[in-house]
């Protein structure tokens, strides 16, 4: 798949605002509008663009608390993974799920409204998840960076 500058300057501008009109786009990226959708077309069918979304304010509605929660399983055996993994995308808390290295084998972060519905989250949903050895919960006091913007240009 061949992903040339213009492509990255079109990603980088959708990145940006995603709400953005194809003439500005075009504009942006030095095309005209008919060439410029179609490459933003082919993005799209090519996966590139996976989808647009809006960013929410989470304490504006309510989600003040981000959790992340390192956790361990009994096994890394392929069908406790992949349990682990379909069961934890069921569950409306969780905003990030990563396999990892090291100590833990899930980096999960949720959010949630107060400290009653993340004990709720772990009593009901975390902790009945077969194969859930052991389960580390550290509470974010400030997000310093939050970044959706991939670093596809300099910027300018």
Do not use: W
């Amino acid at each position: 798949m061949q992903i040339d500058d213009i492509d990255l300057k079109i990603l980088h501008h959708l990145q940006n605002d995603a709400r953005i009109s194809n003439i500005d786009l075009a504009d942006k990226v030095g095309l005209t509008p008919s060439p410029c959708l179609r490459r933003v077309k082919a993005l799209e069918d090519r996966g590139v663009i996976r989808k647009y979304v809006g960013l929410v304010d989470p304490a504006k509605l309510g989600l003040p608390i981000s959790i992340f929660i390192n956790v361990s399983l009994e096994r890394q055996e392929r069908g406790q993974l992949e349990e682990f993994e379909t069961t934890i995308r069921r569950f409306p808390e969780v905003m990030e799920c990563y396999l990892m290295t090291g100590s833990s084998d899930y980096l999960v972060r949720i959010v949630v409204p107060d400290l009653q519905a993340f004990e709720r989250f772990l009593a009901d949903h975390l902790t009945r998840i077969p194969g859930v050895a052991n389960i580390q919960s550290s509470f974010a006091v400030k997000q310093v960076v939050y970044n959706t913007q991939l670093p596809l240009i300099d910027g300018s």
